[in-house]
């Protein structure tokens, strides 16, 4: 569905359309964040979040400005001209996320950005999208397989069925997550999050009978 | 101390020719050699002989470079020259490049147009599978995040597909600095009246047995050398890359 949206597959049947143009192929209005691995390992950490801008031909000065600010962003001070092999994975999913940004997407789409991750890290990624997607407010569209990471981050939840892969169901989540950490207290960030348990376990049984 | 074995061996020889083991009509004793390679350096007789070597040898290899990045690059992208170009490739790769030496001479003139010629053939194998198979084990999701950055497919090959292919050409050119110097000394061997390999060659038929172990253990020095260099520049200018040697 993601790869569907990003243009990299051609839909089997039906159209998308972003703002009632029909999507044909990538393009940067549409800005992507895989799993792993998607760095340009010749670039440094500056050439990864100038590569989109270069590539629109924004002249040096004010690249720089923008690789600077997402530089700042992603709380990467330090490290502009280390190369992704000198760095952890999840500062390279932050280099990953500050790359797509500084595209300036209209919609951004990450499939399971976090998912290689261990658990710490992923939590404080989490909270930087959550921090970054309401400066922005764009809209963000996020495969995750982590339930906890679905209620923590969407405010529509999709559900999908097991194969074939068709919406299931789609959910509100009808309170706010803050910044903090006080959702975890939250009775209906629980509730909602077994709800979704519940529906999801459905098809990975159906799966497995 | 990685020097150890090298000096163990030249120890052995030396060893094996004084106690009379080895005779010198078979192999003459290394001080003998040692001492030969320091006259020739010292004389300074060896010198244009090394700047003729290396000028052919510098120039198959630079065109061995150029074509062959360009060519497997090429056949990475296009299906068509793939088609057109690989079995002619696969077919020319397990020929000896020396045997052709003659015919090229026949074709091209026994001068350095036609030793350049082969030079740069038999570099250029190793130089276009490396490309090749660089370009063509690009990873998917590099192709597909830079065209979700806006790299259109025309830029795709220079943006993408060669700066990742590097590590993968940068290896098979270090085969052809070494398939270089072989070649180059087999096509001094017939008609040149310069070179490293003619220096071998003429003191071998005149039964010079000593001097023309001293070329050769300079020629090996000097392969050694380039490659050491090829090396140290590749780390600095590469830097991006975990090296495996």
Redesign the interface.
């Known amino acids: 569905m993601l790869y569907l949206v ?3 597959l051609k839909p089997t049947s039906g159209s998308i359309r972003l703002h009632g143009r029909p999507i044909t ?4 209005d ?3 964040v ?1 799993q792993r ?8 950490v500056r050439g990864n979040i100038g ?2 801008l270069q ?2 031909g924004v002249p040096r000065k004010e690249r720089s400005r923008i690789v600077d600010e997402h530089v700042r962003l992603v709380h990467l001070e330090g490290f502009e001209d280390r ?3 000198e760095l952890s994975g999840g500062m390279q999913q932050r280099v990953a996320l500050a ?2 940004l500084a ?1 300036q997407p209209e919609i951004l789409l990450m499939d399971e950005p976090f998912g290689a991750l261990d658990a710490q890290t992923r939590r404080l990624l989490q909270d930087e999208l959550r921090r970054i997607w309401r400066r922005d407010t764009k809209t963000v569209l996020f495969v995750t397989h982590d339930v906890e990471e679905a209620v923590a981050l969407g405010t529509r939840i999709v559900v999908m069925s097991a194969r074939p892969g068709r919406i299931k169901e789609v959910l509100t989540r009808g309170f706010d997550v803050s910044d903090g950490d006080e959702f975890e207290t939250i009775p209906e960030f629980s509730a909602l999050k077994l709800r979704i348990w519940k529906s999801v376990k459905e098809e990975v049984e159906a799966v497995r009978a | 101390m990685r020097l150890l074995p090298l000096v163990l061996l030249l120890t052995t020889w030396q060893l094996a020719s004084s106690s009379g083991l080895l005779p010198k009509s078979v192999l003459p004793p290394f001080a003998d050699v040692a001492s030969i390679l320091g006259k020739l350096l010292a004389s300074g007789e060896i010198f244009p002989h090394t700047a003729a070597s290396l000028a052919r040898a510098g120039a198959g290899f630079l065109i061995a470079v150029v074509g062959g990045v360009a060519l497997g690059l090429l056949m990475a992208r296009v299906r068509a020259v793939q088609r057109a170009i690989e079995p002619i490739l696969l077919l020319i790769y397990p020929v000896p490049k020396t045997a052709l030496i003659p015919l090229f001479m026949i074709w091209l003139g026994i001068g350095d147009f036609s030793k350049v010629t082969v030079i740069a053939l038999a570099c250029l194998l190793p130089v276009v599978v490396a490309t090749f198979n660089g370009a063509r084990s690009v ?1 998917d ?2 192709l ?8 259109s497919e025309r ?1 795709l090959l220079w ?2 597909v060669l ?2 292919a ?1 590590p993968q050409i940068a290896a098979g050119v270090r085969t052809a600095i070494a398939i270089a110097i072989i070649v180059l000394v087999s096509s001094e061997f017939i008609s040149a009246e310069t070179g490293l390999g003619y220096l071998i060659f003429s003191y071998g038929g005149v039964g010079a047995d000593d001097a023309m172990l001293a070329v050769v253990i300079y020629l090996a020095v000097l392969g050694y050398l380039l490659d050491r260099f090829y090396l140290a520049g590749l780390r600095r200018l ?5 090296f495996a040697h």
């Open positions: 990003g243009g990299f192929g990538p393009g940067p549409r800005g992507i895989f691995y998607s760095l340009f390992p010749w670039l440094t590569y989109g590539e629109k190369y992704p092999r790359q797509t595209c | 990873d999701m590099l597909w995040s830079a065209r979700a950055r806006g790299t830029r943006r993408v700066p990742a590097l590469m830097s991006w890359h975990a």
